[in-house]
Structure formats: C-alpha cells, structure tokens
C-alpha cells in the first residue's frame, strides 16, 4: 500500500505543490513516485468575474477573506479620517505570495493613471493565525482640495 511521505495542499491557496509518495511490496520490492499538484485562478477568485453579483470581483472578496459565491459585505475596507490622516483598515490575505494587495491615493476617482503609492504608510499589520493580516494603512490629507484612498489587488 502507498504511504504520503511529504508535502501538502492548500487549496484556498494558488500555487504548485509538490507531494512525495512510496511503496512497498509483501516481497520488499519498493517504488516512489512525486507528483504535482496545481491549485489554479478560476472563477471563484477571477480578477474579472463577480459570481455573487454583489459588486465586487472575485479575486477582491478571495485576497479580503471573502467568499467569492457568497455575499460578503463584512469584508469591506474600514476608511475614516483620523487627525490628518485618512485611514484604510482591513484584512489581507498574506498566504498568497502571488497575490498583491496595496493601497494608493489620487486626487480624482476618474484619473485612472493619477493613482499612486506616494505618501500611503501602513502604520498598523497583526497577522492572524490563517494566513491573514489586519492591515492599516494612512496618508495626510490636511491641504489637500480632495484625496480618494482605494486598495489595488492584482495577481
């Protein structure tokens, strides 16, 4: 009878795993084979698909802590202005290493190339026990006409 000798699979986490097994014989004879095994982007965390149709794509309410068949407004980011700083809190998938989430500002929510990294500090990141991290995040606002804090999630 084969034994599972090494590796395991996450398969709430997209990536390559690698498993090991072995075998052997009433007569001693012993055999190993690995194989491996793909945990792939499908419809359930598509960066272009809403399956929920609830407004968010797929791969938002996956790198959140959403379900992407189930409607998840719990996971939504948390912004308020705190002293001069607008702030973002929420939870982040950190056990994704393929998967990028950052938070940018811009001045205008139709500029889509006016949207930038610059002046965006996380002040705040407690991991959690599966695979998550609260994350939050601040940028001044004092002197600014407007300023618009989003999350970028991408793979």
């Given amino acids: 009878f084969p034994s599972h000798d090494s590796g395991a699979v996450n398969p709430a986490v997209l990536g390559s795993y690698v498993l090991n097994y072995s075998a052997t014989d009433s007569s001693g004879n012993n055999e190993s084979a690995t194989r491996i095994v793909n945990i792939v982007l499908n419809a359930s965390n598509s960066p272009a698909v809403d399956s929920d149709g609830n407004g968010m794509a797929d791969l938002v309410e996956y790198a959140l802590g959403g379900s992407p068949t189930g409607n998840s407004p719990s996971i939504l980011p948390s912004p308020e202005v705190s002293g001069t700083n607008l702030r973002i809190t929420f939870l ?43 994350q939050t995040w601040e940028t001044p606002v004092s002197g600014a006409v407007r300023k618009f804090l989003k999350i970028n999630i991408s793979r």
């Fill in 92 to 134: 982040a998938r950190t056990n994704d290493g393929n998967l990028f989430i950052r938070p940018v500002v811009g001045t205008n929510l139709f500029d889509t190339n006016g949207w930038s990294t610059n002046g965006v500090v996380k002040t705040v990141g407690v991991a959690t026990h599966n695979g998550f991290e609260w």
